[in-house]
């Protein structure tokens, strides 16, 4: 993303909630063994983790879309696209991030029918939990806005390097990563992993 406020802004919020997804995962991973166990031994079950399941799947996906794209962790067939002039892969990047912002405006508008539509006939899930709709959809809409958010900002600021000229940085930021991005981007993980392990060592010690 560009280095500027609410681009930082952006990833702090985004590295928030996926910190936070995974440690609600983890939580429900282990309710979800505690289900397992209480059923096969005691005959007992916690109702509803496989429901609280769905609506976890729904949400992590709705906000992992954010954070893939900040990585630029998005599958793109690139053998094409990295023989071509740099003017033309800079067009085509800017093309796919325009309609990337495109898509995800139409999943928002289409999720706001799905959520307004539970909220105004109060629906309720046909399960035990019995549900209120409108919560877990609340949720999963606002990751929804999130990506789409984080979508049309970089593709204005694409079409604004495409306008200035500037291809060179525009395939850098919204090209394909080529290999030697994705070793430096490993090799980068792993030493900040190494220095956190340190720094725990050196509490320790």
Aim: with cysteine.
């Amino acid at each position: 993303m560009p280095p500027n406020l609410l681009s930082r802004s952006l990833t702090r919020l985004v590295d928030t909630l996926v910190i936070s997804v995974g440690w609600w995962l983890v939580l429900l991973s282990i309710l979800s063994c505690i289900e397992m166990v209480t059923r096969k031994l005691f005959n007992f079950s916690l109702q509803g983790i496989d429901e609280v399941g769905g609506y976890t799947l729904a949400v992590t996906a709705a906000i992992g879309y954010s954070y893939t794209l900040i990585t630029r962790g998005h599958t793109r067939i690139d053998f094409l696209v990295g023989k071509l002039p740099a003017k033309a892969r800079a067009l085509l990047n800017t093309l796919a991030m325009l309609t990337l912002a495109a898509m995800a405006v139409f999943c928002i508008l289409r999720g706001w029918v799905v959520l307004s539509e539970s909220i105004e006939f109060q629906s309720h899930s046909t399960t035990p939990l019995q549900t209120p709709m409108w919560i877990p959809q609340s949720i999963w809409f606002v990751g929804w806005v999130l990506f789409a958010v984080i979508c049309i900002y970089l593709a204005l600021h694409a079409l604004w390097l495409l306008l200035r000229g500037e291809t060179d940085a525009l395939n850098r930021a919204y090209g394909p990563q080529t290999l030697e991005e994705e070793i430096e981007s490993e090799a980068g993980e792993v030493l900040e992993q190494l220095r956190e392990e340190q720094k725990h060592e050196g509490v320790k010690a």
